[in-house]
Structures are given as structure tokens and as C-alpha cells.
């Protein structure tokens, strides 16, 4: 057990490091960051922030020394360096976990493997015949990077057969996977955190709606049926159980419109519909990705109340300054920004939650002050 007083060090500086900082500062523990870019959100509220390549293996070594345990809030840290500090610290989620969830082809063979529900799926490698495996799932489809895809990014859709030369084009000589396009009823999500002592705690399941393939809205409680929700509660536990889990972990899943479950993406670290835990739940998911890399008993996921929860993009500032005011006059409103000092289109600025007495008031609040600011 890690107790309080100890040091976290966290890799990656960006606004789920902050959060997961400000938990970890304010259950008495020290926090160290590991950023590459300097001045990053998460430094600024941490103790120390260390500015170098994750594959400088010295500065990532003296980094790992420091540390009573080591965990990193987005994916795209490369694996291979993990595995050299291992052995010279607690590292959660492990190493193994993070190589499987950050390759597309890694993650859906792991799932299949593993008898999760998935959409069907088939891999080429660099320079391979894409035009051949398109056919083979089948159109329409989604052609998607292998290495490093988030928020839409490094993908595709191939909707009718003339779409197939420009994915041809586009992916010309780069490892990919081809999904079958799902046309889904909705997306919903959960986060589950596990100890290293196998305790499993899921988070009330979120309803997502995304625009531009970011997360613009997530709806708590889910507005579906009692037996979906019980479904993807259970796919998390078994999915944070068979792939050795130590910490936290969102998992995105596409409900199709005869009511079946399929696991889309994994992400081992806090997710961006959790955020929501931070203002209607008894304890934060940041809070509790805390305690289970620290050994501590998890804290209590239930709901509060109602909530929705909004992004702040970059776009909020096309016309200069959001109107914050708009938000803080509302006692039922949280507003959290990440403290990055440029927008740009796209770019998570931090975000708003709206509690009320259901979720249907929650939403068209959140709805009109999003329109105001």
C-alpha cells in the first residue's frame, strides 16, 4: 500500500494528468509529471514537471527512481520505455496493458481472443492489399490507423464501393485495421477501476453523443434499456479482470438497434465521459484511479443525481472570450478548465457539468448554456 505523503508520477502533461494531479494533491500525496513539452496543464499544478522524451531512457530512469509508483493518463506513451523502469518502480496500469490498447489490431485480436462481442474486423500490414480486405469485411466499413487514433483521428469511412480508391490512397503503405460500420443506436461507455488485490468498481454507464468524433455530450444515467446497461457494467468487470487491470479504465461501446453490446475501443487511463464523476458521484473517477494505483480500498462509484456533462473545444472562443459568467451564476453547474493558454478548433478547453432532478432537464440545460457561451 502506497499511503499519503508518498510520490505519483504521472506520464503525460495533458488535462486528465491535471485532474488526476489536483485528486492525488488533495489526498496528501506529492505528484510528479513527465511531459516532453514544458508548461504542460498537468505541470502547472503538480510538484515538479520534468520536461523529455519518453524514450530518453536517463531522464525516464531518474524519473522512475523518484517515484513510489508510476502511471500515465493518455495512451500514446510509447510502451517500450516502460519496460525499462519496471524494475524500479510500481507501474499501473502494466506496460502489456498499455501496448494492447494503444494498436488497433492489438486490441481487437485481444478481444476476439478473448470472446469479447466486437465488430467484425480484418488487418493489413504496411504495404499490404487494403482494397482486398475492404471486400473481404465487406462496405460499408471504417478504415482506421493501426497505431495511435483518437477522437476520430487516422480514419475513414468507406460508405459505398467508388470510396474505395481514396482509402486505397490514403492509407497507401500504413499498418491498418478495416471495421464493419456499425449503424448503431447509440455509443455508451463505462469506467472501471481494479486494485491490485482484484477489488472492481464501474462507474454509472454513460450515454455518449459525439460531433466530429469528439465527445460533445455524456448523458448519465443512459437513457437505455436496464438490460444494456447491466450488459456493459459486466463486459467492463470481465474485460478489467482478464486483462490484469491495476487502475482505471474506459471502455466504448456501440449499442446496436436490436439492443446488442459491442465493445469498441479500450483506454486504460481515465476517460472523458468520466468526467461527469467529478461533480455527481460519491467518488471521482480521478480519485479513484488514485486508490487503486496506491492500494487503497475503491472509493464509492454511486450516482449523485443526474448529470450531464459538456466539452469546451476551441471553437467556444471564435468570437473571444466564452461567456464563463453564464456558467458560475448557475448553482446546479461545475465549470472545469484544463488551463491551456491556445485554443484551436478541436482542442479540449475543459468542460461543464448540469445536475438536476433528471436527465432529460439536465440535457436541455446543458444544451442552452452551451449555446450561450
Given at each position: 500500500?502506497?499511503?499519503?505523503?508518498?510520490?505519483?508520477?504521472?506520464?503525460?502533461?495533458?488535462?486528465?494528468?491535471?485532474?488526476?494531479?489536483?485528486a492525488a494533491t488533495q489526498l496528501g500525496y506529492r505528484v510528479q509529471v513527465y511531459e516532453p513539452q514544458a508548461h504542460s496543464p498537468a505541470?502547472?499544478?503538480?510538484?515538479?514537471?520534468?520536461?523529455?522524451?519518453?524514450?530518453?531512457?536517463?531522464?525516464?530512469?531518474?524519473?522512475?527512481?523518484?517515484?513510489?509508483?508510476?502511471?500515465?493518463?493518455?495512451?500514446?506513451?510509447?510502451?517500450?520505455?516502460?519496460?525499462?523502469?519496471?524494475?524500479?518502480?510500481?507501474?499501473?496500469?502494466?506496460?502489456?496493458?498499455?501496448?494492447?490498447?494503444?494498436?488497433?489490431?492489438?486490441?481487437?485480436?485481444?478481444?476476439?481472443?478473448?470472446?469479447?462481442?466486437?465488430?467484425?474486423?480484418?488487418?493489413?500490414?504496411?504495404?499490404?492489399?487494403?482494397?482486398?480486405?475492404?471486400?473481404?469485411?465487406?462496405?460499408?466499413?471504417?478504415?482506421?490507423?493501426?497505431?495511435?487514433?483518437?477522437?476520430?483521428?487516422?480514419?475513414?469511412?468507406?460508405?459505398?464501393?467508388?470510396?474505395?480508391?481514396?482509402?486505397?490512397?490514403?492509407?497507401?503503405?500504413?499498418?491498418?485495421?478495416?471495421?464493419?460500420?456499425?449503424?448503431?443506436?447509440?455509443?455508451?461507455?463505462?469506467?472501471?477501476?481494479?486494485?491490485?488485490?482484484?477489488?472492481?468498481?464501474?462507474?454509472?454507464?454513460?450515454?455518449?453523443?459525439?460531433?466530429?468524433?469528439?465527445?460533445?455530450?455524456?448523458?448519465?444515467?443512459?437513457?437505455?434499456?436496464?438490460?444494456?446497461?447491466?450488459?456493459?457494467?459486466?463486459?467492463?468487470?470481465?474485460?478489467?479482470?482478464?486483462?490484469?487491470?491495476?487502475?482505471?479504465?474506459?471502455?466504448?461501446?456501440?449499442?446496436?438497434?436490436?439492443?446488442?453490446?459491442?465493445?469498441?475501443?479500450?483506454?486504460?487511463?481515465?476517460?472523458?465521459?468520466?468526467?461527469?464523476?467529478?461533480?455527481?458521484?460519491?467518488?471521482?473517477?480521478?480519485?479513484?484511479?488514485?486508490?487503486?494505483?496506491?492500494?487503497?480500498?475503491?472509493?464509492?462509484?454511486?450516482?449523485?443525481?443526474?448529470?450531464?456533462?459538456?466539452?469546451?473545444?476551441?471553437?467556444?472562443?471564435?468570437?473571444?472570450?466564452?461567456?464563463?459568467?453564464?456558467?458560475?451564476?448557475?448553482?446546479?453547474?461545475?465549470?472545469?478548465?484544463?488551463?491551456?493558454?491556445?485554443?484551436?478548433?478541436?482542442?479540449?478547453?475543459?468542460?461543464?457539468?448540469?445536475?438536476?432532478?433528471?436527465?432529460?432537464?439536465?440535457?436541455?440545460?446543458?444544451?442552452?448554456?452551451?449555446?450561450?457561451?
Amino acid at each position: 500500500m502506497i499511503l499519503p505523503g508518498k510520490t505519483i508520477g504521472v506520464l503525460g502533461g495533458g488535462q486528465l494528468g491535471r485532474m488526476l494531479a489536483q485528486a492525488a494533491t488533495q489526498l496528501g500525496y506529492r505528484v510528479q509529471v513527465y511531459e516532453p513539452q514544458a508548461h504542460s496543464p498537468a505541470g502547472a499544478v503538480a510538484h515538479r514537471e520534468i520536461n523529455a522524451a519518453y524514450e530518453d531512457l536517463a531522464a525516464l530512469t531518474a524519473f522512475a527512481r523518484e517515484c513510489d509508483v508510476v502511471t500515465y493518463e493518455f495512451e500514446n506513451v510509447p510502451a517500450a520505455p516502460l519496460q525499462a523502469i519496471e524494475a524500479l518502480t510500481q507501474l499501473y496500469p502494466h506496460w502489456r496493458v498499455l501496448e494492447t490498447a494503444q494498436n488497433r489490431s492489438r486490441e481487437k485480436r485481444w478481444l476476439r481472443d478473448n470472446g469479447f462481442p466486437h465488430a467484425k474486423f480484418s488487418e493489413v500490414a504496411a504495404g499490404g492489399d487494403l482494397g482486398a480486405a475492404i471486400r473481404q469485411v465487406g462496405v460499408p466499413c471504417v478504415v482506421k490507423t493501426a497505431d495511435f487514433g483518437y477522437d476520430g483521428k487516422g480514419q475513414l469511412k468507406v460508405m459505398a464501393e467508388a470510396d474505395v480508391a481514396a482509402a486505397v490512397g490514403k492509407f497507401h503503405g500504413q499498418p491498418v485495421v478495416i471495421e464493419q460500420f456499425i449503424d448503431f443506436a447509440c455509443e455508451v461507455s463505462a469506467v472501471v477501476a481494479r486494485s491490485s488485490g482484484g477489488e472492481v468498481r464501474v462507474f454509472p454507464i454513460s450515454e455518449n453523443i459525439h460531433t466530429n468524433h469528439i465527445l460533445d455530450f455524456a448523458i448519465v444515467p443512459a437513457r437505455v434499456p436496464a438490460r444494456v446497461l447491466a450488459q456493459a457494467e459486466t463486459l467492463a468487470r470481465r474485460i478489467a479482470e482478464k486483462i490484469d487491470l491495476t487502475g482505471v479504465m474506459g471502455v466504448e461501446f456501440f449499442v446496436t438497434k436490436s439492443g446488442d453490446v459491442l465493445v469498441n475501443e479500450l483506454a486504460p487511463r481515465t476517460h472523458n465521459s468520466g468526467h461527469y464523476t467529478m461533480d455527481a458521484c460519491v467518488t471521482s473517477q480521478f480519485e479513484q484511479q488514485v486508490r487503486a494505483i496506491c492500494g487503497l480500498p475503491l472509493g464509492d462509484p454511486a450516482l449523485l443525481s443526474p448529470v450531464v456533462m459538456v466539452n469546451i473545444l476551441g471553437e467556444a472562443w471564435a468570437k473571444g472570450e466564452p461567456k464563463w459568467e453564464v456558467l458560475l451564476a448557475e448553482p446546479a453547474v461545475r465549470l472545469h478548465l484544463y488551463g491551456k493558454s491556445e485554443p484551436r478548433p478541436g482542442r479540449k478547453m475543459g468542460h461543464f457539468t448540469v445536475r438536476a432532478a433528471d436527465v432529460e432537464a439536465a440535457l436541455a440545460k446543458a444544451r442552452a448554456l452551451k449555446a450561450q457561451l
